[in-house]
T-cell receptor, first 114, second 114 residues
């Protein structure tokens, strides 16, 4: 079974600084998707960024970028120029190519200090 | 509405009571998912619908949990004889594609069983 591990329950960053959230996963599949979701207090999961495993290039969405290391099964999220609105729970998720069940990590709570 | 809508947002049930949670997906989305998110944890997959067909219910924790999507649009998650361990946030997501790779989440229903 695939598992997703987020080893940082909490992280803190100063406004305008850069922070990296860690995620590792375990799988025997070669084709899959990886995601980072943001969950603010409103509870709605918002997709931050998505990576397809067959693509070697790291995905980037504005201030958000990932460091995808397929051999190491690592998928970290870098947030640049952190803003107060970035404060939330961040979840790493895995989805096998032909699977319907997305697997989530336990989450990292990010605090942004003004 | 433009997004996935869930109702009610909060539900308090007495132990042993039956509850029904509703999900209105984004119009035209073929895929619909239910997740259970316990306090301080990441969401866990419950079940998946492709149009009106329930293709995967492997995550339903017991036979007290039942989900339906009779017309391929609105879905209802029903929990019979609720127990305290059922207390959680129940998230619904829909996707225009098969599978969860472009899933949009609702704000969830927080169920508290007392």
């Amino acid at each position: 079974a695939q598992t997703v591990t987020q080893s940082q329950p909490e992280m803190s960053v100063q406004e305008a600084e850069t922070v990296t959230l860690s995620c590792t996963y375990d799988t025997s599949e070669s084709d899959y998707y990886l995601f980072w979701y943001k969950q603010p207090p409103s509870r709605q999961m918002i997709l931050v960024i998505r990576q397809e495993a067959y693509k070697q290039q790291n995905a980037t969405e504005n201030r958000f970028s990932v460091n995808f290391q397929k051999a190491a099964k690592s998928f970290s999220l870098k947030i640049s120029d952190s803003q107060l609105g970035d404060a939330a729970m961040y979840f790493c998720a895995y989805n096998g190519y032909n699977n319907n069940d997305m697997r989530f990590g336990a989450g990292t709570r990010l605090t942004v200090k003004p | 509405g433009a997004g996935v809508s869930q109702s009610p947002r909060y539900k308090v049930a007495k132990r042993g009571q039956d509850v029904a949670l509703r999900c209105d997906p984004i119009s035209g989305h073929v895929s619909l998912f239910w997740y259970q998110q316990a306090l301080g944890q990441g969401p866990e997959f419950l079940t998946y619908f492709q149009n009106e067909a329930q293709l995967d219910k492997s995550g339903l924790p017991s036979d007290r949990f039942f989900a339906e999507r009779p017309e391929g649009s609105v879905s209802t998650l029903k929990i019979q004889r609720t127990q305290q361990e059922d207390s959680a946030v129940y998230l619904c997501a829909s996707s225009p594609r098969y599978g969860p790779t472009e899933a949009f989440f609702g704000q969830g229903t927080r169920l508290t069983v007392v």
